[in-house]
């Protein structure tokens, strides 16, 4: 059923696919509540140092543009093709996009969602019924002091990603025997090891856990960090075969950023300098820390156990499906992303992103009325991401909100020259 403006959306996440979403629903004119447990784009800004492997004009819209012009007559686009950092994304574009007229007092920052139902139903009311639409959403946030407050809406669309919550680096994906215990000193993401937190790396011993761009991105900085000084040392780790990548190169790949970086990072796993050791077909049981050091058992045929001064685990990322427990969403249970598009996904079957082709409105239904995963929370654990799908997702979703087919407002929009 069409819901018409002004009714009030709900956009949980003010990452870059939030914004876009917001945009988008402010220029068909719906009320919006853009709500942020951090600040905006706070996972672009964990990864500010990292380029990107896509040009800029994969990482706007031609409606983002438009915005940040009409409020800054002097704003001046990067340039098409440029690469930047994830920190030249967000004060280039992101911010400059959230600072907009059409966003900026839209927007709750410190304010964490905690859970969404709807009032008077609840999980197995009228299953799969439309008629579920008639009870407003009810939203559980909690401000930055702890306080707790309830908000309304007629329409929510999670877009809070993934980035919050990574897996757990243990055999077969579950904690490794001690793991949850330093959960908090393990690196899950990108330290700055060639920044900040270069003295807890530099002529130490680092793990490096993971077979996909972020190792890959680490192992780099780490390999940079051992020509600079005289004893740091790295073993990284993948349960990839031996004698494989252990990063999957594309042929013939399109983004040469990404073809170098994994080219860079394969050849520092089958290099002969002993500083860098590489162990692949393993992974974890256990992690302990004893005297300042992790000592951590790794499986194979013999098993050893390592000892080492930092752990970094690139094992990926899942979506917190916590948040809309209360409501009717069909997830898949490989990905746990929503199933229609899980299903589409998985049809396409392709090992490269940019080869992935628009899922369309019906891959964004689920049985819960209004209620919608956009950006990289939709695709669950499939790492397959990339802005542009996010773009394609929001123009879908608003002709299936408006019942307006064909509706394309980044068609009729100037793009960059
Ligand atoms: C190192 C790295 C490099 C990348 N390079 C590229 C690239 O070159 N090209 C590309 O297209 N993509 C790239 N990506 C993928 C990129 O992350 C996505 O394209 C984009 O950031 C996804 O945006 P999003 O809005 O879906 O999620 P996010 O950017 O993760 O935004 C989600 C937002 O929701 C907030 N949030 C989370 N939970 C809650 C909650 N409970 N309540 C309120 N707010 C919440 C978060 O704080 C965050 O601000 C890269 C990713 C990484 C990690």
Known sequence: MAVDTPARIAILGAGPIGLETALYARFLGYEVDIIEQGRIGASVHDWSDVRMFSPFHMNCSSLGLAAIEAQDPEYQAPAKDALLTGGEWLTRYLLPLAQTDL????????????????????????????????????????????????????????????????????????????????????????????????????????????????????????????????????????????????????????????????????????????????????????????????????????????????????????PDLSLFQELQVHQCYASEGPMKLAATLLAQDSADCLDQAATGPDSLLNPEPNFYLLGSKSYGRNSNFLFAHGLQQVRDLFTVIGDREGLDLYAGMKHLG
Request: hydrophobic content about 35%; overall charge negative.
């Open 103 to 318: 966003l900026n007092d839209h927007i709750q920052q410190q304010t964490t969602v905690v859970h969404v139902g709807r009032s008077q139903l609840r999980k197995r009311d009228l299953p799969a019924d439309d008629s579920r639409h008639s009870a407003d959403f009810r939203i559980l946030l909690q401000d930055a002091d702890g306080t707790e407050r309830i908000g309304t809406s007629d329409v929510v669309i999670d877009t809070t990603g993934v980035y919050s919550q990574a897996n757990w680096l243990g055999v077969g994906g579950i904690p490794a025997v001690g793991e949850r215990q330093l959960r908090d000193q393990i690196h899950y993401r990108l330290p700055a090891i060639l920044g900040d937190q270069r003295d807890r790396f530099a002529e130490r011993t680092t793990l490096l856990i993971g077979s996909g761009y972020t190792a890959a991105t680490n192992a780099v900085a780490l390999n940079n960090l051992i020509s600079e000084t005289t004893d740091t040392q790295v073993i990284w780790l993948t349960r990839k075969p031996a004698g494989t990548g252990p990063i999957r190169s594309i042929p013939d790949d399109r983004l040469p950023e990404r073809a170098a970086l994994t080219a860079q990072a394969n050849a520092l796993a089958h290099g002969s300098d002993e500083r860098f050791r590489y162990l692949g077909e393993t992974g974890v049981l256990s992690i302990e820390q004893r005297e300042g050091r992790y000592h951590v058992e790794i499986a194979g045929d013999p098993g050893e156990t390592l000892v080492v001064d930092e752990v970094i685990a690139n094992v990926g990322f899942r």
